[in-house]
């Protein structure tokens, strides 16, 4: 089937600067894709120019296999959904989402109908007589995906839209964009710095670094099996060292990190040699404690130090060990999160396998 989306090598320089480089991507249909990446990396100018705000450099952008880059934004099946909701808060909430519409031209009863069906679809029937500040922040929130849907976009375009709301409430709102996507089976491209937000609801993920996609693929593929350093770092929580290879076994290597260690990993990305500078990744969750080294004897990595820090949140709950005297390494507790035990100051035992170590090349500092 035609990809609802495809952009191919779009580029967009502002003067100098070189905000979106060569980057090529499709979205299949009525499918949730996301583009995660750190503040000014160019996710805001790669929607602005899917939505038409924007006229790219070089490059093509088409939708349902027709190229719109000469079509005016109002006239291209995309909608945007922003940060900030900009709904009227004059007009009820029916009026807000048939909005659209009346601009369309439809009549009153369609009008009518279309929009209690959307009420029906983001599971608020019967408000449309209420004001705008009757609502909590995330009706609101639905409210405006409504007034998008109604419009019946190809693709809707979202840029941060739960940037603005409380923690606990975009907690919520992730499980319920994720399902408003499915109940509406559209295309959803959408954009955050936050990791969360794009692991819980993409099917795919672009990771996206100075104007370029550094790598796409499921959640699963970028948290276990990250192409570059950027995506290990960035995508969920990891320890990290830096050092020199000392050993290479086909794609196990040892380096000697700057504080002494020598740590396993396997390698990721281009091939490295003895002598190479380079950098191992390893996730919280994938260390064993042990107040023995013995129990830990099957690892290839293996250290012994002292805690430093229990920091207790629940089932995430964690400690800080003090490995030989320099690095300080996060280790999830098992999942009774009680730091049966462990005390401040305490000796432990901490050991993974060189498998859960992924290593990179690293530039010269
Ligand atoms: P954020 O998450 O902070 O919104 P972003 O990833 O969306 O960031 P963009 O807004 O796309 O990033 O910006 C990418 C780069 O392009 C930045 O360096 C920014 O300063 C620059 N830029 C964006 N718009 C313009 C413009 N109109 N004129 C000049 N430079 C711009």
Redesign the pocket.
Known sequence: MTPDLECQSLT?R??E????DEVSFDVARGSFFS?L????????????MIAGF?EPTSGDILIRGKSVLDTPPNKRPVNMVFQHLALFPMMNIADNIGYGLRRAGMGKADIARKVEEALDRIGLPGIGHRKVDELSGGQKQRVAIARCMVLEPDVLLL??PLGALDLKLRERMKVELKSLQAAFDTTFVY???DQSEALVMSDRIAV?NE?RFEQVGTGQDLYYRPSTAFVAGFVGDTNRWFGRIERVEGDMLEMRTESGMTLRGERHGRALSTGDRAEIFVRPEAIRIAHSAEELEHFDNRISGRVTSLLFNGADSRILVDAAGSDEVAVNLPQSGEFAGLARGAPVHIGWSGAQGNCFASPEA
């Not at 600067?17 to 979106?20: D, E, H, M, Q």
């Not at 990446?37 to 602005?48: D, F, L």
Request: hydrophobic share 35%.
């Open positions: 967009k502002f003067g600067t070189l905000a979106v583009i990446g750190p503040s000014g990396c160019g996710k805001t100018t790669i929607m602005r924007l840029d941060e954009i955050t710095h996206m104007g």
